[in-house]
């Protein structure tokens, strides 16, 4: 679990398949999740994609 300064507590998992790895995120208080799918050698930079759809997904919302 990381904690965000804009989303708070977000979920986090990798899942790794072959030479991908999966970060999916999950805002803990709405229980909106998304997920990324990138190389498994960079799996800070699809972390941060992550993040980065789930505060879009958010702002959707309203």
């Given at each position: 679990?990381?904690?965000?300064?804009?989303?708070?507590?977000?979920?986090?998992e990798?899942?790794?398949?072959?030479?991908?790895?999966?970060?999916?995120?999950?805002?803990?208080?709405?229980?909106?999740?998304?997920?990324?799918?990138?190389?498994?050698?960079?799996?800070?930079?699809?972390?941060?994609?992550?993040?980065?759809?789930?505060?879009?997904?958010?702002?959707?919302?309203?």
């Amino acid at each position: 679990m990381t904690a965000d300064p804009e989303l708070g507590e977000v979920i986090v998992e990798f899942i790794r398949n072959g030479p991908y790895v999966k970060c999916s995120a999950v805002h803990a208080a709405t229980g909106v999740e998304v997920s990324a799918i990138g190389p498994a050698a960079e799996p800070r930079a699809v972390e941060r994609v992550a993040i980065a759809k789930l505060k879009r997904a958010l702002a959707a919302r309203g």
